[in-house]
């Protein structure tokens, strides 16, 4: 997911061909804005953390761009091409090190696993949607 500050600042269609760039290949996408409420549903793991609210108020203020990819080991894959939370951390060329301002505003989100990238995915997609 390519979140609100990306978004705002216009680096989705570089974020985007970076993504293919590296071999992944697009089965979904739309750019939509979430609802708190929406934010909140799918941050829901996160509930009680001291940065929750931030976050539930941060990817509900603007538009975002949800996507699922697809490649051999795509979720490993997909978390090195993004890099660090931190983007001062993050390894040079990465997502996050190229687009991100800070921890809290870094430019994408990726699953953790290919247990969570199911639920996310079906978070944002039917079956229909999905090519």
Excluded: C, W
Excluded at 38 to 49: L, M, R, V
Excluded at 68 to 87: C, E, H, M, S, Y
Excluded at 94 to 103: D, E, N, P, Q, W
């Amino acid at each position: 997911m390519i979140k609100p500050d990306a978004v705002a600042a216009g680096n989705a269609g570089a974020i985007l061909q970076q993504i293919e760039g590296t071999g992944f290949e697009i089965v979904a996408l739309k750019m939509i804005r979430l609802s708190a409420e929406q934010a909140a549903q799918f941050y829901d793991i996160h509930t009680g953390k001291p940065f929750y609210d931030f976050l539930v108020n941060f990817m509900s203020s603007g538009k975002i761009i949800a996507a699922v990819l697809k490649k051999n080991n795509a979720v490993q894959d997909f978390r090195t091409l993004i890099g660090n939370t931190n983007p001062a951390k993050a390894e040079e060329g990465t997502i996050r090190k190229l687009y991100a301002s800070s921890m809290e505003l870094n430019a994408i989100h990726g699953s953790d696993s290919d247990e969570n990238a199911l639920i996310e995915a079906n978070f944002f997609f039917s079956n229909f949607e999905r090519y």
